[in-house]
């Protein structure tokens, strides 16, 4: 054992009693990590690596092992403290009422560190072995149970994602998971996987950026490969326990801009070829990003709500049972290992555009599958909403300092419905004069005046009604469409490429909001939503500028610099954050979407 545990990573010293341990453990100085462990433990190494190492818990436990982090060292020294009488006496640790399972020190330790109010993790060990055997018999039972199970393919098994696409279930992490275990035993981290299926990408963005067959067919290649080593870096994370800060970020938004970098490749490459379909990409980011805000915030409303349940979800547990069905689901709303070999195979054989139209036809049905069945959930369920959960919606909201103006001045309107109605109408509204009115026409600034109003009313009251979700889609779907309808509508030469860049700006900073909010940090600072506008600012900035640069190159211009301010306030803010030590030790699971 005590080559396991330095193989882990620590320096292991023996003590006779709980005193001698407790001196030990103040010597170790408070930013390390310590581990406690019984010397009669026989189990998997596995076993104490998924409780001694994993950095994302403060304090974790298997049976005669506990381990605790800086964060946990004084719930630790302080259950010392209770429990080293209780040791003697054969009795559950002083202020424990619960039975203690676990009666060996580091067990009783655990227990008290509980009772004092402190989370202690206990990691699922399936078939692996931790046990503290009492006995001679005891312990050839143990031994014979850790040679009975096969402990490296137990945990192959375990660095693959239990939820997961048909394809990349059955495709890629087959093979993809023995890649991770090469990387691990080449000394390689998570990150620089992440690093390197994000420059893999952009490579093949910048091949179907040549227009030419060969081009087009390695960037088929390159992307699936890309989609391969992502796969593996998480996979390499649950191997080796490799969680980390950074890898929280690297994850969190390097599928989306390898994904809307692989679309401006695509177009650059179909412009190469005489044909311009700069508004079928964004239009296929304005999709996918929305899809992928509706389940944000469907998932932030109703996580932790209190009588969350419906008939709807019933069903859906229930067609979850039949394994075909499970599969066909799963396929159906196009996950990014489906929709990524679809984009792959059609650049290799087709043209940009027929991708881009493949793209926005089956993400539209996901879109309209998953949403009809939310929606149907939303309204059969009765379910409250949290004080957490509205503050969840409220900032995924995005809303400026105009809308903010309007919220904490203007009515608070009754009904349960009102605010999903306002924002939806709002963005109706908007949407249409962007599309009916002429180009640079003043009634669309009206129009963004007017969504800005309801934007307002649509917040000035905590989101918890049963479709308040909804309203941070709306508003999505309000500002993206309004800047690919002005650009488009303009005819102006560099407008769609540049308003591209700008929703993809705008669009980080929303994917990084969302993953700060799962991290448990909250949404990035208030003063960063006011210097960038929020949402309906951008809009009715955006609604101003085409009203006013109506000239050759202007309004494309103005765009490209409002993208490149927005993107380096947010870029250097995010990464300020993500890098810092206060940020979540987490590794990003991905979205289904």
């Known amino acids: 054992m005590e080559d396991d545990l330095r193989a882990l990573g620590f320096d292991v010293r023996a003590a006779a009693d709980v005193t001698e341990a407790a001196r030990l453990l103040a010597a170790v100085p408070a930013a390390r990590r310590v581990a406690l462990v019984d010397p009669r433990f026989v ?175 390695a960037a088929g290649v390159l992307l699936l490969f890309s989609f391969v080593l992502d796969c593996t870096d998480g996979q390499l994370a649950r191997y080796s326990l490799q969680y980390s800060t950074m890898g929280a970020w690297l994850d969190a938004t390097f599928d989306r801009a390898k994904e809307y970098a692989y679309y401006a490749g695509l177009a650059l490459g179909a412009a190469r070829n005489g044909d311009d379909v700069w508004a079928l990409a964004l239009g296929a980011m304005v999709l996918q990003s929305c899809r992928h805000i509706i389940d944000f915030s469907f998932n932030e409303a109703n996580h932790d709500a209190v009588a969350n349940s419906s008939p709807t979800a019933a069903l859906s547990d229930k067609l979850d049972s039949v394994g075909w069905t499970v599969w066909l689901r799963r396929m159906i709303v196009l996950p990014i290992g489906e929709r990524w070999a679809m984009i792959a195979v059609l650049t290799a054989v087709t043209t940009p555009r027929v991708v881009f139209y493949a793209l926005l036809v089956g993400c539209a049905f996901a879109a309209c599958y998953t949403t009809a069945g939310r929606l149907l959930r939303s309204l059969t369920r009765r379910a409250r909403r949290t004080d957490r959960a509205a503050q969840a919606l409220a900032d995924l909201a995005d809303t400026g300092p105009l809308a903010g103006l309007i919220a904490a001045r203007g009515p608070r309107l009754p009904g349960a419905w009102t605010a999903p109605v306002l924002a939806l109408v709002g963005a109706g509204a908007l949407i249409a004069a962007a599309l009916q009115q002429p180009f640079g026409s003043r009634q669309v600034i009206i129009a963004a005046a007017f969504y800005a109003v309801c934007s307002g009313l649509a917040v000035a009251r905590p989101l918890k009604g049963a479709l308040d979700w909804l309203v941070p889609p709306f508003f999505r779907a309000a500002e993206y469409c309004t800047i690919l309808v002005l650009a488009a509508r303009s005819e102006v030469d560099g407008a769609l490429p540049a308003a591209f860049g700008l929703v993809a700006a705008v669009a980080y900073h929303h994917y990084d909001t969302v993953y700060r909010i799962r991290g448990g940090t909250g949404a990035p600072p208030r003063w960063l939503v006011r210097t960038i506008g929020g949402h309906e600012g951008r809009t009715l900035i955006v609604a101003v500028l085409a009203a006013l640069l109506t000239g050759a190159s202007g309004f494309a211009t103005a765009l490209t610099v409002l993208a490149a301010a927005v993107a380096l306030i947010v870029l250097v803010e995010s990464v300020r954050f993500w890098v810092s030590s206060g940020a979540p030790a987490v590794h990003d699971e991905g979205e289904a979407a």
């Not at 394809?167 to 390197?196: D, E, I, M």
């Open 43 to 217: 189990g998997h190494r596995h076993a104490l690596r998924l409780a001694l190492t994993d950095p994302r818990f403060p304090a974790a436990a298997v049976p005669g092992a506990l381990t605790a982090q800086a964060e946990a060292r004084p719930a630790l020294v302080a259950a010392l403290r209770t429990t080293t009488d209780a040791v003697g006496a054969g009795v559950p640790a002083a202020g424990s009422t619960a039975t203690v399972t676990d009666r060996t020190v580091p067990g009783r330790i655990a227990a008290a560190m509980e009772a004092q109010g402190t989370e202690v993790q206990r990691p699922e060990l399936g078939s692996l072995v931790a046990a503290v055997p009492t006995d001679e018999g005891g312990r050839t039972a143990a031994r014979a149970g850790v040679e009975a199970v096969d402990e490296e393919a137990v945990r192959l098994r375990s660095a693959v994602k239990a939820r997961d696409g048909f394809f990349t279930t059955h495709c890629v992490s087959p093979y993809s998971r023995y890649l991770a275990r090469w990387c691990a035993r080449r000394g390689l981290t998570p990150n620089q996987v992440t690093t390197a299926s994000l420059l893999t990408a952009l490579i093949a963005a910048g091949c179907a950026a040549t227009g030419t067959r060969g081009g087009y067919i």
